[in-house]
């Protein structure tokens, strides 16, 4: 079983920032996950992807709607994945999920909440 719990959402102001984390547990997640990533969803829209990290080296992938304004990092030992958004824009409001796929199962994390207003 794995269970993934996001943090860090808020109000935030246009061009300001926020750090994500999503915090991991679960035997079969520390013997068996090979990436995490982030997902979003803004009210009546699909869930997006947003960024995502191999948990082995640490390689990277983004949306071309947040490259070069979040970053995704990961700390092994901690079992813990960050996002960290900069520049952020009204329309990178949305909740916010992390996921993880272990041994062919999805798992999500519960979301935490993104708004960017002024």
């Given amino acids: 079983q794995v ?6 959402g808020g ?6 920032s926020l ?3 999503c915090a991991a ?3 079969t997640f520390s013997n068996y996950a090979n990436a995490m990533k982030w997902f979003r ?6 869930r997006d992807f947003v960024a995502a990290i191999s948990w082995s080296d640490g390689s ?7 490259k070069d304004r979040f970053t995704i990092s990961r700390d092994n030992a901690k079992k813990l994945a960050y ?17 993880t796929k272990v041994r062919g199962l ?7 909440q993104v708004t960017v207003s002024s």
């Fill in 3 to 8: 269970q993934l719990v996001e943090s860090g």
């Fill in 11 to 16: 109000l935030v102001q246009p061009g300001g």
């Fill in 19 to 21: 750090r994500l984390s």
């Fill in 25 to 27: 547990s679960g035997r």
């Fill in 41 to 46: 969803q803004a009210p009546g829209k699909e």
């Fill in 60 to 66: 990277t992938y983004y949306a071309d709607s947040v």
């Fill in 83 to 99: 996002l960290q958004m900069n520049s952020l824009k009204p329309e990178d409001t949305a909740v916010y999920y992390c996921y």
């Fill in 106 to 112: 999805n798992y999500w994390g519960q979301g935490t």
